[in-house]
T-cell receptor
Framework: GNSVTQMEGPVTLSEEAFLTINCTYT??????LFWYVQYPGEGLQLLLK?????DKGSNKGFEATYRKETTSFHLEKGSVQVSDSAVYFC??????????????FGKGTHLIIQP | DADVTQTPRNRITKTGKRIMLECSQT?????MYWYRQDPGLGLRLIYY???????NKGEISDGYSVSRQAQAKFSLSLESAIPNQTALYFC????????????FGPGTRLLVL
């Protein structure tokens, strides 16, 4: 089956620090990979995605590279801000005969940025 | 206006009651999904639908049923609610042309006493 493992939180950093949130996966077939972000009291928003090996997704200063050889999709940002405080979910989906199935999520990493 | 709406936003019910959570979307997407979120467990897929005539079970469908009344509406029912169904429920949609990307509603917080 499909599964996603991401680092446990909470992760607490100071503003302008470098961020890495690790994500590894197992999947049948060739998955598409995602990072979603959930701000307090809100639903999930797509942060970035990559659909094939070696693709790099990027958005709002965040980046993640689809590494097939290590089955990883680590999220990075060079300089975090207080406004980046949220819960981050790594996720994947794999196409079946009828189309893309639902997303398989990791458990989420709570990121706290202190001023 | 929000593209994906869920009603109600909060609900308290008692064990054994039947309840329905509703999801509507104005994005024109054909695919719709229901997830539940539990602390420390992430989101897990309950049911999904590729079009009005297509319903598929997800990872945790036991105790739930769904109805796709129209392309824009996808409801989730708990036939006889139990306390371990207390969770945050999310509806999501996707477009068959960019079907990897899902768009989420704001969630329904359900408490079963």
């Amino acid at each position: 089956g499909n599964s996603v493992t991401q680092m446990e939180g909470p992760v607490t950093l100071s503003e302008e620090a470098f961020l890495t949130i690790n994500c590894t996966y197992t999947a049948t077939g060739y998955p598409s990979l995602f990072w979603y972000v959930q701000y307090p009291g809100e639903g999930l928003q797509l942060l970035l995605k990559a659909t094939k090996a070696d693709d790099k997704g990027s958005n709002k200063g965040f980046e993640a590279t689809y590494r097939k050889e290590t089955t990883s999709f680590h999220l990075e940002k060079g300089s975090v801000q207080v406004s980046d405080s949220a819960v981050y979910f790594c996720a994947l989906t794999v196409y079946s005969g009828g189309g893309a199935d639902g997303l398989t999520f990791g458990k989420g990493t709570h990121l706290i940025i202190q001023p | 206006d929000a593209d994906v709406t869920q009603t109600p936003r909060n609900r308290i019910t008692k064990t054994g009651k039947r309840i329905m959570l509703e999801c509507s979307q104005t994005k024109g997407h054909d695919r719709m999904y229901w997830y539940r979120q539990d602390p420390g467990l992430g989101l897990r897929l309950i049911y999904y639908s590729f079009d009005v005539k297509d319903i598929n079970k997800g990872e945790i469908s036991d105790g739930y049923s769904v109805s796709r009344q129209a392309q824009a509406k996808f409801s989730l029912s708990l036939e006889s609610a139990i306390p371990n169904q207390t969770a945050l429920y999310f509806c999501a949609t996707s477009d068959y042309r960019v079907q990897e990307t899902q768009y989420f509603g704001p969630g329904t917080r359900l408490l079963v006493l």
